[in-house]
């Protein structure tokens, strides 16, 4: 199923969304997911609406967002990195989360912020020491997109990683979350500033995959449900500057996109 979280009258709300003839239709309500406060169902009568005429928010409410540092070899390699011997881990801060069309602020103190265009799972079921057999696969809601915005100065001054990825704005996510796609078959990702191609990635060259990130995260750390894993970003990070435009596509979840402001 693929489904999006969207502005009404009534609030924000969970809908299906399907594709008709071409066209993204948001086609039913859903009842709200355990980790999100702020939606009451609405009652109401629902008229199906296109998805690119309703004002989308992140499809997700995380009580974390754990990412996973240079999980690509290319990209380890531009920055003068290393690839890990095991996932390296950070937490981004859940309200630096926003949604598809708001618009990313460049802090004032920091003089280069980067795109990190990125795969993201949403876990839907509690998952807690996951064992070295066990299939992932249940306990994974589906999958979107992540731009993990980073003030890369501040990222190697700071020496650690909280304020570089955590300024408000910095976590744009969606436009929709689908378990319709199989990231181990390879899904493609393309990030484009201000239309020009800048990353060009595929699952297939994630270092660790989901499986092993999964085992890695919740031996340390219980993941609940609207938890975000962030798998990492491939090579061709650049920085972004007020006025810019920044989209990540990702084959089967769309496009999000998000304007650059000072
Ligand atoms: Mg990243």
Same mark, same amino acid.
């Given at each position: 199923m693929k489904y999006c979280r969207f502005q009404t009258s009534n609030g924000p709300q969970y809908g299906e969304v399907v594709d008709r003839a071409g066209v993204s239709w948001i086609e039913r309500l859903l009842p709200p997911f355990p980790e999100d406060p702020w939606v009451k169902l609405s009652a109401d009568a629902f008229q199906p609406v296109p998805v690119a005429s309703a004002r989308l928010l992140a499809p997700v409410v995380p009580s974390k967002i754990v990412c996973i540092g240079r999980n690509y070899r290319e990209h380890a390699a531009e920055l003068g990195n290393e690839v890990p011997k095991e996932p390296l881990l950070f937490l981004k801060a859940p309200s630096s989360v926003i949604g598809p069309g708001d618009a990313i602020r460049i802090p004032a103190i920091s003089q280069r912020v980067d795109f990190e265009g990125e795969l993201a799972v949403v876990i839907g079921e509690r998952i807690s020491?996951?064992?070295? /057999?066990? /299939?992932p696969l249940p306990y994974i809601r589906g999958y979107t997109i992540v731009n993990d915005v980073t003030a890369r100065d501040l990222q190697k001054s700071d020496g650690q990683w909280s304020r570089a990825k955590g300024f408000d704005t910095f976590c744009p996510m969606g436009p929709i979350v689908t378990d319709e796609i199989d990231p181990a078959a390879g899904i493609g990702l393309e990030t484009r500033l201000n239309g020009v191609a800048k990353q060009q990635g595929t699952t297939r060259d994630l270092i660790f995959d989901i499986g092993a990130l999964l085992r890695h995260i919740t031996a340390a750390m219980t993941l609940l449900p609207g938890d975000v894993i962030p798998t990492g970003t491939p090579a061709g990070v650049a920085p972004m500057k007020a006025g810019d435009v920044v989209e990540v596509s990702i084959e089967g979840i769309g496009a999000l996109t998000n304007p650059i402001v000072a």
């Amino acid at each position: 199923m693929k489904y999006c979280r969207f502005q009404t009258s009534n609030g924000p709300q969970y809908g299906e969304v399907v594709d008709r003839a071409g066209v993204s239709w948001i086609e039913r309500l859903l009842p709200p997911f355990p980790e999100d406060p702020w939606v009451k169902l609405s009652a109401d009568a629902f008229q199906p609406v296109p998805v690119a005429s309703a004002r989308l928010l992140a499809p997700v409410v995380p009580s974390k967002i754990v990412c996973i540092g240079r999980n690509y070899r290319e990209h380890a390699a531009e920055l003068g990195n290393e690839v890990p011997k095991e996932p390296l881990l950070f937490l981004k801060a859940p309200s630096s989360v926003i949604g598809p069309g708001d618009a990313i602020r460049i802090p004032a103190i920091s003089q280069r912020v980067d795109f990190e265009g990125e795969l993201a799972v949403v876990i839907g079921e509690r998952i807690s020491r996951l064992g070295p /057999d066990e /299939d992932p696969l249940p306990y994974i809601r589906g999958y979107t997109i992540v731009n993990d915005v980073t003030a890369r100065d501040l990222q190697k001054s700071d020496g650690q990683w909280s304020r570089a990825k955590g300024f408000d704005t910095f976590c744009p996510m969606g436009p929709i979350v689908t378990d319709e796609i199989d990231p181990a078959a390879g899904i493609g990702l393309e990030t484009r500033l201000n239309g020009v191609a800048k990353q060009q990635g595929t699952t297939r060259d994630l270092i660790f995959d989901i499986g092993a990130l999964l085992r890695h995260i919740t031996a340390a750390m219980t993941l609940l449900p609207g938890d975000v894993i962030p798998t990492g970003t491939p090579a061709g990070v650049a920085p972004m500057k007020a006025g810019d435009v920044v989209e990540v596509s990702i084959e089967g979840i769309g496009a999000l996109t998000n304007p650059i402001v000072a």
